[in-house]
């Protein structure tokens, strides 16, 4: 799956967030759904004009992101 056919960043939509193609549905928003007890058939359900690809494309883009992410342990205290 290529990310850049459903996911894309606009700076004139959502202030640039990443957002599904075609919509003001942003990548962070469909990756918390899960976390608040939707099912992939009720956001599905409640936003039509979003497809299966476009959730994965989603999940995949987030894991992409932390994937990339640097982290830097904190030093203890003495």
Same mark, same amino acid.
């Given at each position: 799956?290529? /990310? +850049?056919? *459903?996911?894309? %960043?606009?700076?004139? #939509? /959502?202030?640039? &967030?990443? #957002?599904? *193609?075609?919509? *003001?549905?942003?990548? $962070?928003?469909? #990756? =918390?759904? @899960?976390?608040?007890?939707?099912? $992939? @058939?009720?956001? %599905? $359900?409640?936003?039509?004009?979003?497809?299966? $690809? =476009?959730? %994965?494309?989603?999940?995949?883009?987030? !894991? +992409?992101? %932390? &994937? !990339?992410? *640097? #982290?830097?342990?904190?030093? !203890? !205290? @003495?």
């Amino acid at each position: 799956m290529n /990310l +850049q056919d *459903r996911v894309v %960043l606009n700076p004139d #939509v /959502l202030a640039g &967030k990443p #957002v599904i *193609r075609g919509t *003001r549905l942003a990548v $962070e928003f469909i #990756v =918390d759904l @899960p976390g608040q007890g939707w099912t $992939e @058939p009720q956001v %599905l $359900e409640n936003y039509p004009g979003i497809a299966h $690809e =476009d959730i %994965l494309a989603c999940l995949q883009y987030a !894991s +992409q992101q %932390l &994937k !990339s992410e *640097r #982290v830097y342990p904190a030093r !203890s !205290s @003495p």
